[in-house]
Each structure stands twice: as C-alpha cells, then as structure tokens.
Nanobody
C-alpha cells in the first residue's frame, strides 16, 4: 500500500525557512516521479517541484526557483523540501505526491498526473 506522510509545516515569519519532509512507504522513491505541490485557499493546486530518478535535476516552478530545494534520502525513503526566504504568498497547504513517470518532469509536474497523495501540511508565512 502506497503511503505518503508529510511533516514539518508551521508558522514562520517572512524571510524565514522551513524544511518539509515526506516519508514514503509501500514503494521506493526510484519507482515513481515525486512532486511537491501546494494549495492556497481559493486557488488551484500547483506544482512547486518535481523530480524522478531518470531526470538529471529537479524541476522547480518559477515561484520556487532560487528559494526552494528538493532532496531525498533513499535509505529513509524520504524526500525533503527546503524552503528559504519564505514570503506570505507561500502560505498554503503543501502536499507530496507520487505518480508514474511518463514524460519530461517539467511537463508532468501537474496535480492530475500524480496518483498518490499525502495528507498535506500547513505552511503559514506571517509576521
């Protein structure tokens, strides 16, 4: 059974940092494309960063480039999203997801292409 469990969200001041974790079970990270998504109230779920073992480097949305970094620990079957220089507009529920890799990661970093989802973790950036 595929499961994804996020943690690490919270309240942080603008300019601060958070590291989100996503522990996967029931599969190994190399078997799927992995994505970080976020959804703010009243907005669609958007891809923040996606990667797979067959891609040279992770894809980052423009809003994440230069501030967010995706990494993984295969031994722990866990992926991370390090978020720096956080802004109030980063406030959202953050989800990790897994899906079958079928094309370029920058193309498939869209919510409908991912089959398995975690429960989400709230990130609030506010002074």
């Amino acid at each position: 059974q595929v499961q994804l469990v996020e943690s690490g969200g919270g309240l942080v001041q603008p300019g601060g940092s958070l590291r989100l974790s996503c522990e996967a079970s029931g599969f190994t990270l190399d078997d799927y494309a992995i994505g970080w998504f976020r959804q703010a109230p009243g907005k669609e779920r958007e891809g923040v960063s996606c990667f797979s073992s067959s891609d040279g480097s992770p894809y980052y949305a423009d809003s994440a480039k230069g501030r967010f970094t995706t990494s993984r620990d295969n031994a722990k079957n866990t992926v991370y999203l390090q978020m720096n220089s956080l802004k109030p507009e980063d406030t959202a529920v953050y989800y990790c997801a897994a899906g079958f890799k079928w094309g370029p990661i920058q193309t498939m970093c869209v919510a409908p292409y991912f089959r398995y989802w975690g429960q989400g973790t709230q990130v609030t950036v506010s002074s």
